[in-house]
């Protein structure tokens, strides 16, 4: 499972960077064969940017193993193109994997905002500054609601139109300063209000509604149907209304969390399965938002 990894190498001061919301329950096989992200791919890259090595057996029984323990090799990377290949080209039954030391200070940042626009704009604002934050993440007032039901008390503001998470890390000096200059574009940007947390325990307390939110987006709807594309970061505002919008016209709510520091969105369109023609209704949605991301230069990932 991806957490006991972590959990396994913590003590030793290491962690193991890939970190989807399913974390707790999903597998390391699993992780190479969907090339698995998370809310740290921003600054630490994905599956594939750690794992050093693969034994694998492919279809016709035989065993061989891909990549040479290196990070990075000047070898045709086969290694590569098996990790994200679905299974399509075989199973892994042996993985290596590339650990990270972990880092002497992390700050995150949580700023809630009265529209969605803005805290896309603080998005771009803090990318533009030069800041590379270890992870930045949206969540709208549909998910904010539905993860402080799930948690049976308020972590966020119920009346804001989106919260912005964005975690810092890296020597003490360097984090300090980045998270002064963070907070600045975010009030810059049109932020109501502004938490740091410092203390492991806090910073792990604000994770973890964005870790949760698509469990908490079931438990207040019995059907969801997910999309998946990535903008510009710059054009994250434009989409952003659009993608109100477009919920609007079509008379489905939905729910907006997602990797805003690459642009990586995930719509979560809500609905009923017993309802008339729900799902023409819901496909016809979905493919309305992928089409506002081709249209601003984004794709369907």
């Not at 209000?193 to 410092?198: D, I, N, W």
Request: charge should be negative.
């Amino acid at each position: 499972i991806n957490s006991w990894v972590t959990r396994a190498v913590a003590g030793d001061g290491f962690y193991y960077a890939p970190d989807p919301s399913s974390q707790v329950v999903c597998s390391i096989g699993g992780n190479v064969a969907e090339n698995s992200g998370g809310v740290h791919c921003l600054k630490y890259g994905v599956t594939s940017n750690h794992v050093l090595g693969l034994e694998v057996v492919f279809p016709d029984g035989s065993v061989t193993e891909l990549g040479n323990g290196l990070a990075e090799s000047q070898e045709l990377d086969l290694r590569g193109a098996f990790i994200g290949s679905e299974g399509t080209l075989g199973i892994a039954t042996a993985i290596t994997l590339r650990l990270l030391r972990a880092p002497e200070c992390v700050n995150v940042l949580l700023a809630d905002f009265e529209t969605m626009e803005s805290a896309g704009e603080a998005v771009r604002a803090v990318t533009a500054a030069g800041l590379l934050p270890a992870g930045m993440e949206i969540m709208d007032n549909v998910t904010i609601n539905a993860v402080n039901d799930f948690f049976g008390y308020d972590e966020y503001p119920r009346d804001a139109a989106a919260v912005l998470l964005i975690e810092l890390d890296g020597q003490e000096a360097e984090v300090q300063a980045s998270a002064q200059r963070a907070e600045l574009l975010c009030r810059g940007a049109g932020a109501r209000g502004l938490r740091r947390a410092e203390d492991p325990t806090e910073c792990a307390v604000l994770w973890k509604g964005r870790k949760s939110a698509f469990s908490a987006v079931g438990k207040i709807t019995p059907t969801y149907y997910v999309q998946d594309g990535v903008v510009p970061r710059s054009s994250l505002p434009v989409v952003l209304a659009a993608i109100e919008r477009l919920s609007q016209e079509h008379g489905l709510p939905v729910a907006n969390v997602f990797h805003a520091g690459d642009g990586n969105l995930h719509p979560l369109i809500l609905y009923s399965a017993a309802e008339p023609n729900a799902e023409k209704r819901v496909k016809d949605l979905g493919a309305a938002i992928l089409k506002e991301c081709l249209a601003v230069g984004g794709s369907i990932s």
